[in-house]
């Protein structure tokens, strides 16, 4: 079992940047491949990023060279680096866990956290 637990939401303007965070519980965090999704009000929950065990990423197309996903190992955490923030972005983040080679889509995800509100303004 995985408790996955975000922080660093917020209120940003358009063209910030905004650090997540999730903090895994467990001493396995290193054998998970690990995400981000997001989900907007009235659509479905979407990839954002992900960070495989082995360390390489992959990206939502909408996201790519704007965010940044990275794992510490050591500390049991991932992080999502958001910058160029736009009001698309708009949404709640929810870190995610899956035993996979990658989470890429929600039914590769075991493990989910409760989420964090990003809000950008424009």
């Known amino acids: 079992q995985v408790q996955l637990v975000e922080s660093g939401g917020g209120l940003v303007q358009a063209g910030g940047s905004l650090r997540l965070s999730c903090a895994a519980s467990?001493?396995?965090?290193?054998?998970?491949?690990m995400g981000w999704f997001r989900q907007a009000p009235g659509k479905e929950r979407e990839f954002v990023a992900t960070a495989t065990r082995g360390g390489s990423t992959y990206y939502a197309d909408s996201v790519k060279g704007r965010f940044t996903i990275s794992r510490d190992n050591a500390k049991n955490t991932v992080y999502l680096q958001m910058n160029s923030l736009k009001p698309e972005d708009t949404a709640v983040y929810y870190c995610?866990?899956?035993?996979?080679?990658?989470?890429?889509?929600?039914?590769?995800?075991?493990?989910w956290g409760q989420g964090t509100q990003v809000t950008v303004s424009s």
């Open positions: 467990g001493r396995t965090f290193s054998t998970y491949s």
């Open positions: 995610a866990a899956g035993s996979g080679m990658r989470v890429t889509t929600t039914t590769s995800v075991n493990f």
